[in-house]
């Protein structure tokens, strides 16, 4: 019997890994079951052989209830397939308990009371042996995947056999170049150290420039435009209002005024947890998108919800091992606490269920949702990590809650490798970062005030109706998720601060001023004024205004235009013209702690079209340490330390090409994610992948 590409069908036969993945999920099954049995009073059992029955016939449920729960997905919303999953487990154990006879469980409490101690066990089992958790959650998916190929005569990668090309790219969220290279060091990337190692990938630094944050770093990735983005907030004067890029409709806004429709996953590629979508055909958790129905516009979404959700024990798996996520974050806190460990910040709050869910379940679905793309055939998929970025944040970019999270996405790396196996193209995976980050007391813990306040002090006007915008980026990828889920087409996110979003019309009804922090990036706007302030109209209105910030402490340097010499660099001792060719500094020169790009990034950030009247970065130690407008002690936004430092991880047989490299200090790189995404399309145009 043939296929329909005329290769011979083969039977499937079970492999080794095969077996033994079976083998230990029907173990940690039944000693889940045993273990409910002894703690539990409503579940009893009379012998060992009946709850290794019940095990056997909640993994032929599953099995039997796979097609009829992604019929269904596809016809609701992620919701239902949340909410059909979580049933599903509960019915098909219910049924396993009350169909073998010498087990029963007295109500529906005690099967969610034994579907959880169960998911505890499977993640303690697997942590105890040594198995990637990662592989458990895509572990249906993968068996399939092999029935499939070995049916089509594709053993393994590097078979022979011909397949098209594809590319994975994996975006690991704000981990520097150097940080990934001490994890190296320290062990804690096996599978990036076995791939640079054994000669199939080379580890390349770029130059992540002014605004060094995610939302502008991707637009240029994935669209190689980020001109639209002067911050992870900005006020935009023609809206009247704050756009802030984890809102849905903002999202949507930005990437609606960048894109062209040739963006790096243009023809038939998917996105996957992204704040853009690149053009993609398909989307899932992409905050752009998430008011569509569906990945990809449709009524649902689909079947790759429903399987991550709907596999034995992998939700109330990804549930258990969150909460875990949430205790392990607690007792790090405090540690902090108690050590007296310096800088810091609170870490309490939303913090602790986002550290749970992002790590955890966010990842646990992202690598399911990847795995599914994979097996489709995708041409190009584009998924975002977020895990170190939120931890580092909150404990510090070095710290070592921060470092042993790189573990976890370099499982995940290793989970994806294996599937790719089997995929019916030939992936080649690429992995970069979208900035690093930077340590440091913030502005506020420095001087005792946050930007706001010393603004309304030097305008001499302390009760100036203000803005102060600058949480972090907290909630981003957990919105999206929220509101793909829920579908919503006329709300903003669910989750967090509104972050001060005035929609009003009248002049006299605009905020005084509005101060934004991005990392040590601070951007402050005047927004009753209808163009954007020059030096000589700072003297006019408020004459000590910009002086007297440039000698804040913290502040390294102010930039602001002037009516006639174009942009000046404010520092406390001295400034420089930072558009006129040979300009000498007068007094000390401000942009010396910021080395070679510090004038071309600041030039270029503050002609965005939406940058604020003022622009300050922070001062920068000489151990790299910065001081964050908002309050994080690992940041990024602004420029100073590993925040500009992100790397690109790539196959070595991929050559770069020098055109596109500029020099930074004494190496040659790539400046500016807009040369990453056009090193990209290069290599997926030369491999046949563009439309």
């Known amino acids: 019997m043939t296929s329909p590409t005329g290769r011979r069908l083969r039977a499937w036969v079970p492999t080794l890994q095969d077996t033994g993945e079976a083998l230990l999920t029907l173990t940690t099954t039944t000693l889940g079951l045993a273990i409910a049995v002894w703690l539990l009073e409503g579940v009893r059992s009379d012998t060992p052989a009946s709850i290794i029955a019940a095990a056997v016939v909640v993994a032929i449920g599953d099995l039997l209830l796979g097609a009829p729960l992604r019929f269904l997905a596809r016809r609701g919303s992620a919701v239902l397939a949340l909410g059909l999953g979580l049933l599903a487990q509960v019915a098909v154990l219910w049924i396993a308990l009350g169909l073998v006879p010498g087990i029963t469980a007295d109500s529906v409490w005690d099967v969610l009371g034994v579907l959880v101690l169960t998911a505890i066990v499977m993640a303690v089992g697997r942590w105890i042996m040594g198995a990637n958790d990662s592989d458990y959650v895509i572990a249906v998916v993968v068996r399939r995947a092999r029935r499939h190929a070995r049916r089509q005569g594709i053993v393994e990668r590097g078979d022979g056999a011909p397949r098209e090309a594809g590319m994975l790219v994996v975006q690991l969220d704000g981990v520097a170049a150097p940080v990934l290279r001490e994890a190296i060091e320290a062990g804690l990337a096996p599978n990036i150290q076995r791939w640079i190692t054994s000669g199939d990938h080379v580890l390349e630094d770029w130059w992540a420039r002014i605004p060094s944050t995610t939302p502008a770093s991707q637009a240029g990735l994935l669209h190689g435009d980020s001109g639209q983005i002067p911050a992870f907030r900005w006020w935009d004067r023609d809206l009247g209002r704050l756009v802030v890029t984890n809102h849905p409709e903002d999202a949507e806004l930005v990437e609606q005024r960048l894109t062209t429709g040739k963006g790096l996953l243009a023809g038939g590629g998917t996105a996957i947890s992204t704040m853009f979508s690149g053009d993609a055909t398909t989307a899932y958790v992409v905050m752009s998108r998430s008011r569509t129905k569906g990945p990809d516009g449709g009524l649902g979404p689909g079947p790759a919800y429903v ?27 405090r540690r902090q606490r108690v050590r007296d460990v310096q800088p810091r910040i609170s870490r309490a709050g939303w913090y602790i269920i986002l550290r749970g869910i992002s790590n955890v379940l966010l990842r646990d679905l992202n690598t399911s949702l990847v795995a599914e793309a994979l097996l489709r055939g995708d041409p190009t998929i584009y998924v975002d990590l977020v895990d170190y970025d939120e931890i580092a944040h909150h404990a510090g970019p070095t710290r070592p809650e921060s470092l042993r999270s790189l573990e976890g996405l370099d499982r995940v790396l290793g989970t994806l490798e294996r599937v790719i196996a089997v995929a019916p193209r030939d992936y080649e995976i690429v992995v970069l970062s979208d900035h690093g980050q930077a340590l ?17 002090a030097l305008m001499a006007e302390p009760t100036a109706d203000g803005v102060d915008s600058g949480t972090g980026e907290d909630w981003g990828p957990l919105n999206a998720l929220v509101n793909s889920a829920l579908n919503l087409s006329n709300r903003t996110a669910v989750l967090g601060p509104d972050q001060g979003r005035p929609k009003v019309q009248a002049a006299d009804e605009l905020p005084d001023v509005v101060t934004v922090g991005s990392g040590n990036l601070g951007l402050v706007w005047f927004p009753r004024v209808p163009h954007r302030l020059t030096l000589e109209d700072f003297q006019a209105r408020w004459p000590g205004l910009v002086t007297g910030l440039a000698a804040r402490p913290g502040v390294g340097v102010v930039v602001v235009d002037t009516a006639d010499g174009g942009l000046v660099a404010i520092g406390p001792r001295g400034l420089v013209l930072l558009e006129q060719e040979g300009a000498e500094p007068e007094g000390e020169d401000p942009l010396l702690p910021y080395g070679p790009r510090g004038r071309p990034d600041l030039v270029r950030a503050a002609r965005l079209p939406h940058t604020g009247d003022l ?33 690109l991880l790539h196959p070595s047989h991929w050559l770069m090409d020098d055109e596109l490299r500029e020099p930074v200090g004494d190496a040659e790189i790539l400046v500016g994610a807009e040369s990453v995404h056009e090193q990209l399309i290069r290599w997926g145009a030369a491999r046949g992948l563009r439309p």
């Open 307 to 333: 399987r991550f959700f709907a596999s034995p024990f992998v939700l109330a798996r990804a549930v258990t091992v969150s909460a875990g996520e949430m205790v392990k974050e607690l007792y790090q806190a």
């Open 440 to 456: 440091g007391a913030t502005y506020a813990q420095l001087g005792g005030e946050s930007l706001l306040d010393s603004v309304r």
């Open 615 to 647: 622009l300050l970065i922070s001062t920068v130690g000489e151990t790299g340490h910065v001081h964050a407008f908002e309050g994080q002690v690992g940041s990024h936004g602004g420029i100073g330390g590993a925040q500009n430092h992100a790397f």
